[in-house]
């Protein structure tokens, strides 16, 4: 058998081998099937556009659809490693894991975010015009099956990461305030393909003029910031083409990919806030740090004090502090004390009872003596109303 016979009959043997996982699904025949996977269109993909999902996948390198995304191969920097299916899940999930682990993060669950380049949604579309034009005219097609049955790249991910993640992590996946984001990125095809869209020659002539009036940046196209405009108004404008239009400007189908998507793990939490009362005991103390020509006003700041003990514990990448009103430096604030806030980003660890106890004795037994707190506790949906609440105090 030649090489050219044997390729043959193992997409032959490929197709055939899909249509019998997908037979409770409303799938095309088998030169459908066969033609798609020559096109380059991996298994996974074909089962998303005809309304099933599957585990099933094939071993090339890429996806004329997802990129890769969906297929056994993950890009990093040292390059493109291809896994066999289950460890190449399990890979991203070891790495997800072992980045948590590395930024310290305490967590009792997680979100999962997802960004897949605009490109993604163009050639899905290209592949069911592409489609829609061959297969219009015989009786199995029904243009209205994409529409009604596709799942979306994003969730066919989702499905496959999420239960590995939760394994991997021992918490479960839902609506959390710890956020992972899984970035997948393209910058060859999404700028080619912005190339391509109606009034991109104008949008680049203005780039190239505001370049042109800021030395620091080399290349209209050389930053991410402008890579990540650059897909988002290739979304909008997806949009707003219609069929006819998006066929005449576009390739159909879309070229074969050799290059996968590159992905960029990241975290985020919620901002936790921290909120009690404070007394200030001392004349030479502001609220807030006190800077005037270079020149520090007052011994310390409330906010100083405050904040240098919540985020030696909570390890926030930066905070905030709110309080219900102000006074002067020179003077004290005595009684209830004043109602504050600190609002602490993307911590690391949410603190305990006992640690929020350990913050407030810290302070209250400084030797300095120039703040104390009372009532310091985690605060929610209470925050504002204990804020306002002080400045009608203010205001008596």
């Known amino acids: 058998m030649t090489a050219t016979n044997a390729a043959a009959a193992e997409s032959d043997a490929e197709a055939r081998s899909i249509l019998e996982r997908a037979a409770a699904a409303s799938f095309p025949p088998l030169h459908a099937v066969h033609h798609l996977l020559s096109v380059g269109v991996c298994v996974r993909c074909i089962f998303r556009m005809f309304g099933a999902f599957s585990h099933a996948c094939s071993y090339e390198s890429c996806c004329s659809i997802c990129f890769g995304i969906l297929l056994p191969t993950c890009h990093q920097d040292e390059g493109v490693v291809p896994f066999d299916d289950i460890s190449r899940i399990d890979i991203i999930t070891s790495m997800v894991s072992q980045a948590i682990q590395r930024e310290g993060y305490q967590i009792d669950g997680f979100s999962l975010e997802i960004s897949l380049p605009a490109v993604v949604a163009a050639n899905e579309r290209a592949i069911r015009l592409y489609m829609k034009e061959k297969y219009g005219s015989e009786n199995w097609f029904k243009d209205e099956m994409f529409s009604q049955q596709t799942m979306s790249a994003k969730e066919g991910l989702r499905l496959l990461i999420a239960p590995s993640l939760e394994k991997q992590l021992g918490v479960k996946h839902g609506n959390n305030s710890f956020r992972?984001?899984?970035?997948?990125?393209?910058?060859?095809?999404?700028?080619?393909?912005?190339?391509?869209?109606?009034?991109?020659?104008?949008?680049?002539?203005?780039?190239?003029?505001?370049?042109?009036?800021?030395?620091?940046?080399?290349?209209?196209?050389?930053?991410?910031?402008?890579?990540?405009?650059?897909?988002?108004?290739?979304?909008?404008?997806?949009?707003?083409?219609?069929?006819?239009?998006?066929?005449?400007?576009?390739?159909?189908?879309?070229?074969?990919?050799?290059?996968?998507?590159?992905?960029?793990?990241?975290?985020?939490?919620?901002?936790?806030?921290?909120?009690?009362?404070?007394?200030?005991?001392?004349?030479?103390?502001?609220?807030?740090?006190?800077?005037?020509?270079?020149?520090?006003?007052?011994?310390?700041?409330?906010?100083?004090?405050i904040k240098e003990s919540v985020c030696a514990i909570s390890r926030g990448d930066g905070y905030k502090f709110h309080a219900a009103g102000r006074e002067d430096i020179d003077v004290r604030m005595l009684g209830s004390g004043r109602p504050f806030l600190i609002e602490v980003l993307n911590v690391r660890s949410i603190p305990s009872a006992i640690e929020i106890q350990q913050i407030s004795d810290k302070i209250n037994s400084s030797e300095k003596k120039h703040v104390r707190i009372r009532n310091l506790k985690l605060v929610d949906n209470e925050i504002w109303a204990m804020m306002r609440e002080g400045e009608a105090e203010k205001q008596v």
């Open 180 to 305: 992972i984001r899984l970035t997948y990125t393209h910058d060859d095809a999404s700028l080619k393909l912005k190339s391509l869209l109606p009034n991109d020659s104008n949008r680049k002539r203005k780039a190239e003029s505001r370049e042109g009036n800021d030395t620091r940046r080399n290349s209209t196209y050389d930053d991410k910031q402008t890579l990540s405009e650059a897909d988002s108004f290739i979304h909008k404008s997806l949009e707003g083409i219609q069929d006819k239009e998006f066929c005449s400007l576009f390739k159909l189908p879309p070229e074969k990919v050799s290059k996968p998507c590159h992905l960029v793990i990241s975290f985020l939490r919620s901002p936790i806030y921290i909120g009690g009362r404070y007394l200030k005991l001392s004349r030479n103390v502001s609220q807030s740090c006190w800077i005037i020509d270079d020149e520090r006003m007052g011994e310390a700041s409330v906010e100083e004090i």
